[in-house]
Each structure stands twice: as structure tokens, then as C-alpha cells.
């Protein structure tokens, strides 16, 4: 089956830093999604790309849809404490408004003891 | 708030018993899906339903039935509980958003089968 190599596994953040993420698959998409999850929650949409290359951003994030449709970055500029969470990459092949997400590991963000 | 509701948020079983997770939305998506999070392993997909009065299985249905009871409601079924599936439950509902084809998760159940 479809396959999300997310990296890195986690990662600790000192306020202010920029922080980069990516997530790599075995095969193409055409809808990369990114989503933030807190302790207790259900994960929240950040950012939806829909076309190779596409360049996005939503505040403090970016993200980019890569050109091969393989693969997708999220960089976060300027860390605050609040951004600390799981990060989770996802790749979806939308037929209308259905397809199944394929879901990477997730990225860890934490703070800098 | 519009979005997803799912019931119970905690629940402990004990190996053998059954139970069913109820999800309901209000945002007249046609999709709806179930997923598990185990630590490690991201979310995986159990089971779907592109629309009402269909279902179709995930990457790990083993163990678990579904119904879609209407357009709002979709539920998840445990029918003999065991301590594999001691894990979170996050059920989604996906359609368009304004201009942004969207899951939106619930809050998730946290699930232990002793």
C-alpha cells in the first residue's frame, strides 16, 4: 500500500527558530494536506495544496507541494511555544470531494529544556 | 459549532465485550471515515463511507463493522473486544469548504481493552 515517509520523528524548538519538515511517498497525489494535532484533540487542518509546485501560506507556515507530486515541506518562521504538537503530513488523490487520506507518522515538536 | 461530534471520549472495555463508537456531523458531508492512532504509527484508516448507505474497508477493518445510519451519522462497532484495539478512535467527515476540500476529525475516543 501507499506509503508517508515523514521526517524528522521529533524535534525540540527554541522560541524563535525556524523549524522544516517534509514528507516523501512511493507515489504521486494530488492533494497534499498538513495538520497540527494537540494533546487530546483530533488533528486541525493547517495548510491543503492542490498542485505541483503550489507554494502556500498560512501566517507563520509554509508549505509546498512538490513538483514531482511526491513529496511536500512544511517550514514554520519564528517559533512561539504554542506551535509545540505533532505535525502530520497527508496525501490524498480527491475524486469529487472523497479520496482516502494516506497519513505520515507525524512530527513531533517540542520545546528546548 | 459546526463540526464533528463523537461519543464516548473514554471508555475502558474488558477482552470480549462489545461496544459501538458513535460519530455524528453536521456539515452535510457525503464522506465519512474512522481511523486509528496508535503511537508511532500516524492514523490509519478502518473503515469509510464515500456516501450514504455505502461502506467500504481501510488498511485495518479486521475486527471492527460500521454502519453509515444516515447522511449525519456513521458508527463504528466493536463486536468482541481485545487489547489490540486499545487505542484512539478519531472519526472524520471530508466534502468542500468554501474552496478547500477539507477532513474535518473529531475529538477522538480513547479506548482501552483490558
Known amino acids: 500500500g501507499q506509503q508517508l515517509n515523514q521526517s524528522p520523528q521529533s524535534m525540540f524548538i527554541q522560541e524563535g527558530e525556524d523549524v522544516s519538515m517534509n514528507c516523501t511517498s512511493s507515489?504521486?497525489?494530488?492533494?497534499w494536506l498538513w495538520y497540527k494535532q494537540d494533546p487530546g484533540e483530533g488533528p486541525v487542518l493547517l495548510i491543503a495544496?492542490?498542485?505541483?509546485?503550489e507554494l502556500t501560506s498560512n501566517g507563520r507556515l509554509t508549505a509546498q507541494f512538490g513538483i514531482t507530486r511526491k513529496d511536500s515541506f512544511l517550514n514554520i518562521s519564528a517559533s512561539i511555544p504554542s506551535d509545540v504538537g505533532i505535525y502530520f503530513c497527508?496525501?490524498?488523490?480527491?475524486?469529487?470531494?472523497?479520496?482516502?487520506?494516506?497519513f505520515g507518522k507525524g512530527t513531533k515538536l517540542s520545546v528546548k529544556p | 459549532n459546526a463540526g464533528v461530534t463523537q461519543t464516548p471520549k473514554f471508555q475502558v472495555l474488558k477482552t470480549g465485550q462489545s461496544m459501538t463508537l458513535q460519530c455524528a456531523q453536521d456539515?452535510?458531508?457525503?464522506?465519512m471515515y474512522w481511523y486509528r492512532q496508535d503511537p508511532g504509527m500516524g492514523l490509519r484508516l478502518i473503515y469509510y463511507?464515500?456516501?450514504?448507505?455505502?461502506?467500504d474497508k481501510g488498511e485495518v477493518p479486521n475486527g471492527y463493522n460500521v454502519s453509515r445510519l444516515n447522511k449525519r451519522e456513521f458508527s463504528l462497532r466493536l463486536e468482541s473486544a481485545a487489547p489490540s484495539q486499545t487505542s484512539v478512535y478519531f472519526c472524520?467527515?471530508?466534502?468542500?469548504?468554501?474552496?478547500?476540500?477539507?477532513?474535518?476529525f473529531g475529538s477522538g475516543t480513547r479506548l482501552t481493552v483490558v
Open positions: 472524520a467527515s471530508s466534502g468542500r469548504q468554501g474552496s478547500v476540500y477539507g477532513y474535518t
Open positions: 507515489s504521486i497525489f494530488n492533494t
Open positions: 495544496l492542490y498542485k505541483a509546485g
Open positions: 497527508a496525501g490524498v488523490n480527491y475524486g469529487g470531494s472523497q479520496g482516502n487520506l494516506i
Open positions: 456539515m452535510n458531508h457525503n464522506s
Open positions: 463511507s464515500a456516501s450514504e448507505g455505502t461502506t
